[in-house]
């Protein structure tokens, strides 16, 4: 199995009003993707860090192997999710890949 772990800041022009929708689309539009991309195992967004944080989502993904990532990275459903509701809105990403 394969984790794919990534966090987000969002913009700072952002206002809390918008980053609370921001938020709420990127976890509808990602966890929506459940179901439709080969090789996907598990999908979720976390949207509520502490206060201690200093990213403002969380996305943890599972993958059957490196194979189904690199397939979710170019699927036109994963694409639409990352270019409309993710990518306009975020101004840092840090990611992890990792075999468990």
Wanted: charged share 30%; net charge negative; aromatic share 4%.
């Amino acid at each position: 199995m394969v984790k794919h772990v990534i966090l987000w800041q969002l913009k700072d022009e952002l206002s809390l009003e918008e980053k609370k929708k921001v938020k709420k689309n990127i976890k509808d539009g990602l966890e929506g993707l459940a179901g439709q991309i080969p090789g996907l195992i598990e999908i979720r967004v976390e949207t509520e860090g502490l206060a201690s944080s200093n990213a403002d989502l969380m996305l943890d993904s599972s993958f059957e192997d490196e194979e189904s990532l690199k397939g979710y990275a170019v699927h036109p459903a994963h694409v639409a999710v990352a270019d409309g509701a993710v990518r306009p809105y975020t101004k840092t990403r840090v990611c992890l890949d990792f075999e468990k």
